[in-house]
């Protein structure tokens, strides 16, 4: 998928950057991201964001497979500016649909056409708590249906989402291969 896309986000971030409220870069694998989509397609008029995008490798795999408008939120310096470079070498059409933004997931502003927002395991709970709420301020300026799709969710972000907020967990989609399955390589649907 990368030669085709013309892009490059395959490495695993190991510069020891990564802190207890910044995780690490890791891609979600393209195998992974075929199941689920398969199962949970996306429409053309959504509106996506990745916080803690890296490179962007789920940008451009939606935009590609569903040509919707993607945006990044990326925080590293370094990790953004592959994503810019990504950008510019990418082979898709309607490159002026997809975004980065530099910048802290807490601090990033929700377009209030935005609809889907994807989260693996990016950040911290604090992080992620303040995230919501910006994406819950656009809900109230703009009421609309959206969606939370997290991949590998922490528990930590499960018990906020249940007990905390307004949002429904509609559907869990478990993906991978293989006897050793952890039971947490699932995306989880919230509504």
Same mark, same amino acid.
């Not at 896309?5 to 190991?14: A, G, S, V, W, Y």
């Not at 979600?28 to 949970?40: C, G, I, S, V």
């Given at each position: 998928m990368e030669?085709?896309?013309?892009? #490059?986000?395959?490495?695993? #971030?190991?510069?020891?950057?990564?802190?207890?409220?910044?995780?690490?870069?890791?891609?979600t694998p393209y195998e992974l991201l075929d199941q689920f989509f398969d199962e949970y397609p996306l429409k053309k008029d959504d509106s996506f964001v990745d916080y803690g995008c890296g490179?962007?490798?789920?940008l451009f795999y939606i935009h590609h497979r569903f040509h919707c408008e993607v945006t990044g939120v990326e925080y590293n310096e370094e990790y953004y500016k592959k994503c810019v470079d990504n950008i510019k070498s990418?082979?898709?059409?309607?490159?002026?649909k997809v975004h980065v933004c530099h910048c802290g997931a807490q601090d990033y502003i929700v377009d209030d056409r935005q609809t889907v927002f994807y989260f693996f395991n990016p950040f911290s709970i604090e992080i992620f708590m303040h995230t919501l709420s910006q994406i819950q301020d656009s809900l109230l300026r703009c009421p609309r249906e959206i969606k939370l799709i997290m991949y590998y969710p922490d528990s930590e972000y499960i018990y906020y989402l249940e007990n905390y907020t307004e949002f429904c967990l509609t559907k869990?989609?478990?993906v991978g291969t293989g006897s050793r399955k952890d039971s947490r390589e699932s995306f989880l649907i919230w509504q």
């Amino acid at each position: 998928m990368e030669h085709i896309l013309n892009i #490059q986000t395959e490495e695993i #971030q190991k510069d020891g950057k990564d802190t207890y409220y910044n995780h690490r870069y890791e891609p979600t694998p393209y195998e992974l991201l075929d199941q689920f989509f398969d199962e949970y397609p996306l429409k053309k008029d959504d509106s996506f964001v990745d916080y803690g995008c890296g490179p962007g490798r789920v940008l451009f795999y939606i935009h590609h497979r569903f040509h919707c408008e993607v945006t990044g939120v990326e925080y590293n310096e370094e990790y953004y500016k592959k994503c810019v470079d990504n950008i510019k070498s990418y082979k898709g059409t309607h490159k002026k649909k997809v975004h980065v933004c530099h910048c802290g997931a807490q601090d990033y502003i929700v377009d209030d056409r935005q609809t889907v927002f994807y989260f693996f395991n990016p950040f911290s709970i604090e992080i992620f708590m303040h995230t919501l709420s910006q994406i819950q301020d656009s809900l109230l300026r703009c009421p609309r249906e959206i969606k939370l799709i997290m991949y590998y969710p922490d528990s930590e972000y499960i018990y906020y989402l249940e007990n905390y907020t307004e949002f429904c967990l509609t559907k869990t989609i478990p993906v991978g291969t293989g006897s050793r399955k952890d039971s947490r390589e699932s995306f989880l649907i919230w509504q």
